[in-house]
């Protein structure tokens, strides 16, 4: 089982997928995380030197990995995941793909300023963000079997509902054949 973690900079991805992990004991991959592993390179760095479509194409190589291979895995998507056509196959094609939405304005208190965003500034504006997250959100909307507005809830309860509104204890014991 994948658990694919999608939405826009700053809605909750890599910090539910931790909990999501933690709760179903399955591993967190983050992608952004594995390709400044695998690259060596922080991503504004990427980005700056290589330019955003090199970034792109690491992360469609990455996805296609993920999805290539049997391991289960909570998979917490970079932001711009969905802007491919090939990503966004990908991910329709998979019962457990999870949009976390979120308001412009709880993305720019929790991720404006973050050096390692580098389409989100501290100079961008909560209207930027949300003509960014407009254009978006049917790409995310095309892909996700369940959408999770995260801006009242901790992470814990986000990873609770995802559990529960998507069976997933239910479907992990299922998939592995255990009845605990």
Known sequence: MVVYLIG???TGKSVVGLKLSRK???PLLDMDDEIVRRDGRPIPEIFAQDGEDAFRDMEEA???EIADSDKDLIV????GIVLREENRRILKENPYTVQLLAMPQTIAKRAG???NRPLLSDTVSVDEIRS???KRMP????CASLNILTDSYTSNETAKRIIDQL????SRRKETGSKA
Request: with cysteine; net charge negative.
């Open 113 to 115: 300023g973050d050096p």
């Open 139 to 142: 790409l995310y909307r095309e």
């Open 167 to 170: 069976n997933l204890e239910e």
């Open 24 to 26: 179903l004991n399955i």
């Open 62 to 64: 990455l996805l296609r």
């Open 132 to 134: 960014r997250m407009e």
């Open 8 to 10: 826009f900079m700053g």
């Open 76 to 79: 917490s998507c970079g932001g």
